[in-house]
Every structure is written in C-alpha cells, then in structure tokens.
C-alpha cells in the first residue's frame, strides 16, 4: 500500500532557527506539492514541482522558505529563519497526471 | 482561476440519519473534483473524485456525491451516517488540462452524533 511520507511528525523551534521537512513521495508519481494548513487561512499552496522541476512557488514567502527536489524520492521544505506565524501543519502531496492527490500525514511545525 | 465555496462549515446529524455536504465551485474551463475527508490529527484522505463519465460518483465509506455542471455543485452524500464519520470534510477542485494543484474549500466539519 504506496503511501506519503513526512518527517518530522512534529517539531518545536525558537523563533529564527531553520527548520527543514522531508516528503518522500508516492513512486511512480510525477507531481509534488506543498501545502499549509492553518486555522484562519485554511488549506493554502506554497509550491509545487512536476517531475522535479519547480513549476510554482507564488505562495511561499521568498525570503524565508525554500522547496527543493534533489530526487524523484525526496521534497524538502525549508523555513530560514522561523517565526510564530510560521506554526502550521505542513503537508506534502503526490499527484497524479489524472488530478488525484494522495496526502501525507504532515509535518506539525510550532514556532516559540 | 477555481474557487471553491462549502456552504456550511458545520453539519450535525443523528447517527444513521443521512447528511449531505454542499460544494460549490467555479472555473472559466472544465474540471476535476474531489472530495477528502480529515479526521482529527491526520492527513487528508482522498473519499472519492470526478474526473468524467458518470455524474454520480461513489467512494469509500459508502459516501457518493453528484456532479451537477448547470448547478456547479459537487455535494456529497451518505444515507446513514456512523460516529466514526465524524471528521473534517473538503471538497477540492483542480483544472482538468493536467495535474495542477488542488483549490479546496473552508471545510464543513461534520458531527455524528450518537
């Protein structure tokens, strides 16, 4: 049963340290994305990548985020540095040419 | 551009009684539609899509939903509910010209209750 997975499951900071999650997607999936999902806001896109390659990253504050794929089984998501507003659960998805996207369980982020 | 509008974002309901989550969307160009169900401290799980074909579409835990393009709506539907249906329901649209990201709704929080 192929899955997403997300690391870490839960992570503290003090405000201004980095923090970096991991997503190893679904194999054989050609698309990543990234998203936020916070109380007030909702569900929101930060960037997506389709086989690789960064194809939007509008929703990402530049200054401080980053997302990588150095391989086809590895996404990254870096904050550098946090702060407070930053705290959300953080998933990754793994998509389909046919629409689907399959969720992993998310990366909860609290900045202090 | 998609949006996405869940017209309620809390339904209560009796166990065994039946429930629907309303969805509407909107798209200058055809879509893919889905729904997806979070339980609490979870990730989302995927319930059931629309890519094409048949308007009425059915999912895992027995719940269906109807594509109406006139209307665009979405709404799904189960004819009796569980406890363990209670959880956070979304409905997501995406263009259908390729794999783009998923627009979702607020969310319509959905209580069985007992």
């Known amino acids: 049963d192929a899955r997403v997975t997300q690391t870490p499951r839960h992570k503290v900071t003090e405000m201004g340290q980095e923090v970096t999650m991991r997503c190893q997607p679904i194999?054989?999936?050609?698309?990543v994305f990234w998203y936020r999902q916070t109380m007030m806001q909702g569900l929101e896109l930060l960037a997506y990548f389709r086989n690789r390659a960064p194809l939007d990253d509008s929703g990402m504050p530049k200054d401080r985020f980053s997302a990588e794929m150095p391989d086809a089984t590895l996404a990254t998501l870096k904050i550098q540095p946090s702060e407070p507003r930053d705290s959300a659960v953080y998933f990754c998805?793994?998509?389909?040419?046919?629409?689907?996207?399959?969720f992993g369980p998310g990366t909860r982020l609290t900045v202090t | 551009a998609q949006s996405v509008t869940q017209l309620d974002s809390q339904v209560p309901v009796f166990e065994e009684a039946p429930v629907e989550l309303r969805c509407n969307y909107s798209s200058s160009v055809s879509v893919y539609l889905f729904w997806y169900v979070q339980y609490p401290n979870q990730g989302l799980q995927l319930l059931l899509k629309?890519?094409?074909?048949?308007?009425l579409v059915k999912g895992i835990n027995g719940f269906e939903a109807e594509f109406n393009k006139s209307q665009t709506s979405f709404h799904l539907r189960k004819p009796s509910v569980h406890i363990s249906d209670t959880a956070e329901y979304f409905c997501?649209?995406?263009?259908?010209?390729?794999?783009?990201?998923?627009?979702f709704g607020k969310g319509t929080r959905l209580s069985v209750i007992a």
């Open positions: 629309y890519l094409s074909g048949s308007t």
């Open positions: 998805a793994s998509g389909t040419p046919q629409g689907e996207q399959y």
């Open positions: 194999l054989g999936h050609n698309t």
């Open positions: 997501a649209v995406t263009a259908s010209s390729g794999n783009t990201p998923l627009v």
